[in-house]
């Protein structure tokens, strides 16, 4: 059996639903707060379940997943950059740093209330791997089902029209 862009597309969809799904378990489940960088990880993904769905409704399955292949290789990015900033590769992005030294009580007392997660300090490591390098594995292989479903479209094309 053969599963067509159409297909193909609905099961990236889904995938990527429940990739946003298993992010937002972690945050609220299990008190996983996301910083900054982990937080930029979900907008290509967003972005993503966004195009495929207006894709599949409009008929356009190719298109949406041409897109999807590229948010998802955006999201790689993203992981890869934010991996390399937990490994002490890449510098500490200025929106991921906590804040300096508080020159009053109350100036300590807001800085506490507003810290963010650091962004070199993975909230959790999984076999090994930080959360962030995980996202970098799930986005390349949806990036991969993306492009296999892109290229197997067109191979499919030409197959028939060499047929006819």
């Known amino acids: 059996m053969r599963l067509s ?20 378990v972690m945050e609220y489940g299990f008190g996983l707060e996301p910083c900054q960088l982990c937080l ?15 894709g599949l409704a409009s008929g356009m399955p190719r298109a949406a997943l041409a897109a999807a292949l590229l948010l998802y290789l955006l999201d790689a990015g993203i992981a890869l950059f934010h991996t390399g900033v937990e490994a002490g590769i890449f510098r500490l992005p200025e929106g991921c740093a906590a804040a300096g030294p508080a020159a009053s009580l109350a ?58």
């Open 40 to 54: 930029y990880q979900r907008y290509p993904y967003m972005a993503a379940v966004l195009v495929l769905g207006i």
């Open 5 to 24: 862009q159409r297909s193909l597309a609905m099961l990236l969809l889904l995938l990527t639903a429940a990739g946003l799904g298993a992010a937002y």
């Open 107 to 164: 100036e300590l007392k807001a800085q506490l209330l507003a810290t963010v997660p650091r962004c070199d300090r993975p909230a959790a490591i999984i076999l090994g791997l930080s959360i962030a390098a995980w996202n970098a594995v799930f986005a390349l292989a949806l990036a991969a089902l993306a492009g296999f479903a892109l290229w197997r479209g067109k191979a499919g094309t030409d197959a028939a029209a060499a047929r006819a």
